[in-house]
């Protein structure tokens, strides 16, 4: 009798709050919250003040779409001294400042405002955030004034070669917080809004598989391969598309990381650019996250090792030491941003909390949980970790 009345009490007490269901949390998840519980609520408390601005408030006349298709520039496309007018030269690893990035800022924006205001729900149970996250979500994907169109076409364009490139597919990999926010949402939202959210984005992920844009992505061999799969993959998550989840845990299998790892845990293309150590971790986090979200009891990617031993530990324990310890790098200093990275990176964070690795959260934790440098946000999706737990 008294165990039934403790749950009738449990469930009033969900019901009233509105809380999510969770599972036990690990003592890693644990110790995340409470450190960046502060940090959680503070990003809500501004989020809650936030109006929607969404890729229709900016546009560029270098811009071959309308209004709702979503542009950028190619960060390392730049003047040719030559031929000022004419077609823009690449500079690797250079950011060229005068390039269109107003809807890639509205962009990260949005996925700020979403992690936040779905972390916090997470903590608390509080519905005003779930609230004002569909007045954002309606306004990206419902909306028909400020709405964005589900594709990719215009993305790191190229003054006087492309009007747009597979490469700027890689813009957004800000979504995936998004998607994953609406996860943690969903239950508190109304059914017809989430109805509308997923049919945007179940309309995106056929886009990026099936558009070339898309299918030259995916075939890409370095941390562009990783970061389609990594967005496809969140994307389907949210649409419960079980057949593409299947095909992306093979393709990590038998692809990504056979292809992409060196049998020492390092990742040889994201070595040979202009910015090795930033690029490296970049790629690490990437394929950690594919781990986190595709793993399943039957499947999990965190346990697989290809015959010849490579796999997500071995490049979390290949890259620790240099993260701990950046003086350690024997390589050349990346050309731009060296001093910037590296900051709280996930890898750290969800491989400690699967391989119960103590040092690799401590060094999380004393990292950098708010970065503000552009290029860092830029290439860090997830700054929203307790949703993706």
């Not at 960060?75 to 823009?88: H, K, L, R, S, T």
């Not at 030269?89 to 405002?113: C, L, Q, Y």
């Not at 999990?300 to 290949?318: A, H, P, R």
């Amino acid at each position: 009798m008294k165990n039934l009345l403790a749950v009738i009490l449990i469930a009033v007490s969900c019901a009233f709050t509105n809380k999510p269901s969770q599972p036990d949390q690990s003592p890693i998840e644990k110790a995340a919250e409470a450190l960046l519980k502060k940090q959680v609520l503070a990003e809500a408390a501004w989020a809650m003040q936030q109006q929607p601005i969404t890729i229709t408030a900016s546009s560029s006349p270098r811009s071959a779409g309308g209004k709702h298709d979503f542009f950028s520039e190619a960060d390392y496309f730049w003047p040719n001294p030559q031929n000022p007018d004419g077609p823009y030269i690449n500079r690797d690893g250079m950011t060229n400042p005068d390039n269109f990035v107003e809807h890639r800022k509205a962009m990260i924006r949005f996925s700020k405002i979403i992690g936040a205001l779905a972390s916090a729900y997470k903590i608390t149970g509080d519905v005003k955030y779930v609230n004002q996250a569909v007045v954002h979500l309606k306004a990206w994907f419902i909306d028909e004034q400020t709405l964005m169109n589900p594709s990719l076409w215009f993305a790191q364009a190229v003054k006087g070669q492309f009007t747009g490139r597979n490469y700027g597919i890689i813009d957004t990999i800000h979504l995936m917080e998004v998607a994953q926010g609406v996860i943690v949402m969903e239950k508190a939202i109304d059914a017809k809004t989430v109805k509308y959210i997923k049919q945007w984005f179940a309309m995106y992920t056929e886009w990026l598989t099936t558009s070339k844009p898309g299918i030259q992505e995916k075939e890409v061999k370095n941390n562009h391969a990783t970061c389609w799969a990594m967005q496809v993959a969140s994307f389907a998550k949210l649409c419960n598309n079980e057949a593409v989840l299947d095909s992306l845990r093979a393709r990590y299998k038998t692809i990504l990381l056979p292809r992409q790892m060196g049998t020492d845990g390092s990742f040889p293309l994201e070595i040979e650019r202009t910015k090795p150590y930033g690029y490296s971790i970049f790629n690490l986090d990437a394929m950690t996250m594919l781990c986190q979200i595709l793993s399943t009891p039957k499947d999990n990617l965190w346990n697989f090792e290809t015959t010849d031993g490579k796999s997500i530990k071995k490049g979390i324990s290949y890259l620790y030491p240099f993260v701990a310890d950046k003086s350690k790098w024997a390589l050349k200093p990346d050309v731009m941003y060296w001093d910037n990275w590296p900051v709280a990176q996930p890898f750290l964070l969800f491989g400690a909390d699967t391989y119960h690795e103590n040092n690799w959260f401590n060094t999380w934790k004393n990292l950098d949980h708010n970065p503000k440098v552009e290029e860092v946000i830029r290439n860090l999706p997830i700054r929203h970790p307790l949703i993706w737990f």
